[in-house]
């Protein structure tokens, strides 16, 4: 079959086309959704800085795609919105099928779900909290809301839950008396009554949890995935990357500084043992 | 800037309120900016919070839903969730891939900036709501905000707030307007205190209002305050001011005539300088105009005219008052103004100038006096035809005085005639004398003595007649003399047909120009006797050499005129030299001027005499055609005459003339040539004989040229040691032996001989050579004495002739003695020989001379004795031991009965004198015999030896050579 001179110029053009569709899946960006942890502006400067580094030094493009609340991050990774997310929440069994996969994480403590009332709340133990509104960041919050309202669940303890969209919404309104009390990661709690000068009483500690994992999605190549994972454990021995790490660090007020260190699955092997207890109302 | 300055309020509650509106608008523009700030921020909290309970609200809903898999409910819940929300659209997707998506409607146009919607848009996010249902995902639940909604919301927020914000400011701009006017009123007060001021009330004070704000009351007490400090102060000035202006006043009053003159023109005031100036009283002054007070002229011919003007006026006036008696006012007429600009009246103040500007004209006049004898002296340094001068001295003399009538008269003193005569603007003119001259000479006294005088005088003028004086109307007069030597005197005179009071400036200024004028007359006439003198001989008063030559060059170089021949006649006296020697220069002098006069009288009409200088005379004769007969006989008178005799001091003197003649062109084409050969001529006629003329021919400038050639080697003769001494021998008559030798000159040229001693001696006389030769000649002789007295051969005292020049030579008696001396020589055995107008020449000088000569012991002797012209006394003067006859009365004395009765004369007076007489020239036995029996001591010529050199004297006395045996042959025969 012979294709005429009109077929021959379209073939052409189609192939030209195609090439340049394959150059740009090469060139391909992957989102970057962390669990928002401060508020939008302070999460916006701490992460930005660290991706932008990280994607030079990988190699891959990565985007900052970041929402108000961790239910949007986790929304983020049901739809495949992003291939590269620092969360917690992908842990449920549910979820865990959908391959995503630990490489690493801050390193940094266990941290623990508290459930907390101001200092000067008449508030002493979680039966005092029976019918009192408990504010959370939001229910997505694994560390703050998940382990802490399981517990109140386990000891029967009746609350109405409230969520504040992130950490900061629900120390206002804790301390504003809108809530009673608030379910809390140990790690939060210590930097916001350290930056705010305030604090508060601790009703209960759940066991440890390893704090939010960096992960990437099964659309991610092996290569990529060693690149960014490479680029962000080695950010410390980098003059540029410690830098920014050293300004990230003050920018949250840590007690530590702030580095990513390679994580496994068995690092959050608490999470699933949480899950697998869970009674199945509350999964 | 300028325009930013521009736009700057200019009152004072217009900048408060500008200040203030500027002010709350910033902070009011801040404020809302920070509130609008935080209502959007709050606003999209709120609806983020709102967002999140809605989503909660339905999530719950849609759990429900999914779980039995009722989408529809899941879409309804969609709806639900967006009506009345801010949400854009609603989504549910569906983790298997599905998606349910709901718009909400868009019902409202925007209205809100773009800028407001991205503002909103960027601080929206999305909110996401994972459905979870028993640990299950099942989707994703997303609700997208309206962001232009929630902008218009806002916007609509912000415009209301605005205009509510405007509306306020209005609002409390006009009452904060309202406040500082009402505050700022209270100041009016100090314009109304102003306006007080303004009209008189100097004492008032601006008014306190109790309520007015503190600051503004301050201020009206610090203006009262000042205002009652400058009163005070100004109080005290004005007071001081006015005793000054009275003070000025005063002192105006004594210096100017001061008077005040209304609108109109009439005086209304007048102080007590004016009255007495204008020599009128008070009260009619005030009836009268300023220019009816005197009659004033601007300038000369300008008569002042003033019309009331308001502009000051200034001038300076000649004013005639009531008297006519003239004065110069400086007059300046101020016009004081009133409100409206009008004239009020006229201040004229009179400075009375009149002694300045008489002293200004007295310059000025003097000034052009002085200009005018300047450019006269300039003309009298240069002009060299005195008759203008004098006329420009007359017009100079009338010009300076302002007149029109001058007369110059300059006569000569000895010979009383006018030289100089000049007039200016005279009708009649006639000098008034007869003869002019002594009657200039009598008034001089008159116009030197009384300046101006004669304009008093019934006959104003010497210089002028009545006749003259009467036609010309001449009322004064001055006269000055010009006089400046002893040639000219005259009188210069400017006459006035008023009667003119001059001054004595006027007199200087004339004296002044007669005095250039005689300056000038005096170089003038010095000039004309410098010429003279230049080309004249002031002792004959005839031409001189000099005038000679150009009157010779002219003549040849004469065109087309120019005369065939021209003679000259080169005249030179004889025995002149002796005349002035013998005689005195003064003699001599007068010999020459009556020479002058007799050539003057041989001479024709077309021709000239010149004196040449001392005894040299010339005639050019022009000849039409050349008259070689005619020449002849004029030298042949001019020969006659200076040959006849010169009574001189009351003697006869005998001299004659050799006369030369040269003939142009014949003899030369060159003056100087003619005169020359003229002269080459005159010395032949000398050479032969004098006493007659000769023509200038070829050979004697060939004659010439050998004598000068002569001459040259004649001043080589002495170093070439070309003289030699011969000796004649004297003869005693009284024994016959020689008693003396006189030592005679010769030279001897090399290749020509012997030369005769007539051929070198006048020269060695003319060149001065005489007096090395003759020293020599006296060195020569003693050193043959000498030698001869080494060789024991018989000695005799030598004679040697001194001539004039010698005894001119102050030391000669040193020079004898010293030579005396170094030969060792006796004195005895020299005498000296001397003519006797050798002796004549300084007889003063010549008797010192010889008598120191004498006084070593060297004899003297008068040689050529009888030919002289000196008297007998002579002998007594000088120390004289000898007298020589001159040879030519020996040689005529047997023929000649006179010449014998001279010799004897001769002979006894010298015998009665005591002086030894030898006779020379004897040539004969007769002439010996003769002398013989008159008694003559010796003799000396050829009858007994020729002069020989001294080897052959030597040999004669060897020989014992001696008159005695041709005595004994001859006379005892």
Known sequence: ?283 | MNFLKSLRPKSLTSRILAMLSILIITFLTAGLGLFYRNQLLQHIEEIQDTASMLIEVAAQAVEESVVIGDYDTIKRTLERTLARSPFKSALFIDLSGGVIRLQAPDKRPEKAPDWIVSEVAARLFDVNRPITVGGKDYGVMRLSFNAEKIANELYDLVLQATLLALFFLLISLALMGFMIKRSLAHLGNLYSYEAEIASGAVAAEAMLVADAPMEIQEAIKAVNRTAASMRNHFGQRIESLMNTLVQHKNALDEVSIVCEVSASGRITYVNERFVESSQRSKAELLELTIDQVWTGMSSARQPWQWAPENQVWNGELRLTGQTGTAKWHQRTIIPILDDTGGVEKYICIDIDITDRKEFEVAILDNARRQNLIALFGQQALIEEDVGALGKLATLTAAQGLELNKAVLSVVDRSSRRVILESEVGMAQWKINTSPLGDDIISGIDYCSDVPGGSGKSATPSKLLPNSVIENDGIRSSVEVTVTGSEVFVGILGVYSTIDYPFTREDISYVQTLANLLAAALERDDAKKRLTYLAENDSLTDLPNRWFLNNYLREAIQRKPSAPEAISVLFIDLDRFKTVNDTMGHSVGDELLIQASRRLEDCMAEKGLVARLGGDEFSIVVTHRSYSERFIKSLATDVVDALAKPFTLRGQDIFVSASVGIATYPQDGCDAGVILKNADTAMYNAKKSGRNNYQFYNFEMNESEIKRLHTETLLRGALDRDEFILHFQPKVSLADGNISGLEALLRWNRPEQGLVSPADFIPMLEETGLIIPVGAWVIRKVCETLRNWQADNIKVVPVAINLSARQLQVKDLAKTVKAILEEYGIDPQLLEFELTESVLMIDPEAAVEILRDIKSYGIRLSVDDFGTGYSSLAYLKRFPIDTLKIDRAFIKDIIDNHEDAAITRAVIVLAHELDLTVIAEGVETFEQLELLIENGCDQIQGYLFSKPVPSDAWAAMIESSFSLQPQLAEDILV
């Not at chain 1, 073939?11 to 928002?36: D, Q």
């Not at chain 1, 029976?130 to 029967?156: D, M, T």
């Not at chain 1, 303890?157 to 120390?171: K, L």
């Not at chain 1, 992960?215 to 990357?241: N, W």
Request: without cysteine; proline residues 6%; hydrophobic residues 40%.
């Open chain 1, 1 to 283: 079959v012979t294709l005429s001179p009109y077929s021959k110029i379209v073939v052409f053009i189609l192939s030209f086309a195609l090439s340049k569709m394959a150059f740009s899946e090469e060139l391909k960006f992957y989102n970057f959704s962390p669990v928002n942890q401060y508020n939008l502006n302070l999460s916006a400067s701490f992460w930005n800085p660290i991706i932008k580094y990280v994607s030079e030094k990988s190699g891959v493009n990565l985007t900052l795609k970041l929402g108000r609340t961790s239910a949007d991050t986790t929304s983020y990774v049901l739809t495949q919105e992003v291939d590269f997310a620092f969360t917690n929440h992908i842990f449920s069994p549910e979820r865990v099928k959908m391959g995503w996969k630990v490489f690493g994480r801050r390193n940094a403590p266990p941290i623990e779900g508290k459930i907390v009332v101001p200092a000067d709340s008449p508030i002493q133990n979680l039966l005092q909290l029976e019918g009192q509104e408990v504010v959370y960041p939001g229910p997505e919050a694994f560390i703050a809301y998940k382990v802490p309202s399981a517990e109140l669940a386990r000891q029967k303890i009746t609350t109405s839950a409230v969520f504040a969209g992130n950490m900061d919404g629900a120390f206002s309104q804790l301390l504003s008396g809108k809530a009673q009390a608030m379910g809390v990661n140990s790690q939060l709690l210590s930097g916001y009554a350290e930056r705010e000068g305030k604090s508060f009483r601790v009703l209960w500690t759940s066991p440890p949890f390893n704090d939010l994992a960096l992960m990437a999605s099964p659309r991610v190549s092996a290569k990529e995935l060693d690149a960014v994972a490479k680029a962000f454990f080695d950010m410390p021995q980098d003059a540029y990357g410690s830098k920014i790490l050293r300004e990230a660090t003050e920018l949250v007020h840590a007690e530590a500084s702030i580095t990513f260190i390679p994580a496994t699955e068995a690092d959050y092997a608490s999470y699933r043992d949480f899950y697998k207890n869970l009674p199945e109302y509350n999964k």
